[in-house]
């Protein structure tokens, strides 16, 4: 709890490093960590289907804002929807190979269609992997937002907001505007709920418009008390979304 870490002076000298899952890590959210604790929180990819995970920041080799590379064993492509290997920076759908990965699912040959295409795992994820071979997490594939005939990434806007000194936590779903296009909308949780306003949510809009593409940039904010999330702490995006 971020509260906690600032309220109280504690010794992490006996913490060598920390490991991070449900949801990816965002850059700043490290940084901050690291300013306080002088430890790494290393970030990484798995699922219930590889039994294991599969990408992974080390403590030799890490990059804040990203899952990491692959974890010796497993093999990685990135697909676009036209089932063709995307070139470096270009985001896709992850598909992964390993020993540890299931055959199929119990009783749903569906299911295990979707799923487990060809000896690969479709992991349902979508994934760039940036100049240096490392793996950046952009989304669920079902989260991703089309604005403007353009992909966009919830998780760079989230990541984005959380970067403001005033927030804790955010999420991005797509709402359609008066021209029924869709556009990113925020939730938003305060550090200080106390802090909402229409003036700090005009300067959150701004804050978006100066660090990512102008497109990108949430045309509402909604302050929450808390994110939905599942038990693994997942945010459940879909409980936002209109209708």
Not at 71 to 81: A, E, Q, S, W
Not at 193 to 210: F, G, I, N, T, V
Request: overall charge negative.
């Amino acid at each position: 709890d971020e509260d906690t870490v600032n309220q109280q002076e504690r010794d992490f000298s006996s913490v060598r490093c920390c490991v991070s899952a449900g949801e990816a890590l965002p850059a700043d959210i490290l940084r901050r960590w690291q300013e306080k604790t002088g430890t790494l929180i290393l970030d990484g990819i798995g699922s219930t289907e590889a039994l294991h995970i599969f990408i992974s920041n080390t403590m030799d080799d890490y990059r804040p804002g990203t899952s990491g590379k692959p974890v010796p064993g497993y093999r990685m492509k990135i697909l676009n929807d036209e089932n063709e290997t995307v070139s470096a920076g270009e985001a896709g759908r992850l598909l992964i190979q390993g020993d540890s990965t299931s055959p199929h699912y119990w009783n749903n040959p569906q299911k295990t269609a979707e799923t487990m295409v060809d000896g690969w795992l479709n992991t349902g994820d979508t994934y760039f992997q940036d100049p240096d071979g490392y793996y950046v997490y952009c989304g669920r594939s079902d989260d991703m937002l089309k604005v403007g005939g353009i992909w966009c990434s919830p998780v760079e806007i989230e990541s984005r907001l959380i970067e403001h000194p005033k927030v804790l936590e955010a999420a991005i779903v797509g709402r359609p505007d008066t021209d029924e296009l869709i556009k990113p909308e925020a939730f938003v949780v305060l550090n200080d709920p106390k802090d909402a306003s229409d003036s700090l949510a005009a300067d959150l809009l701004k804050h978006c418009q100066d660090g990512l593409a102008r497109y990108k940039y949430p045309r509402w904010v909604n302050f929450v008390d808390e994110l939905p999330k599942t038990a693994t702490g997942k945010i459940q995006r879909f409980k936002l979304r209109p209708g």
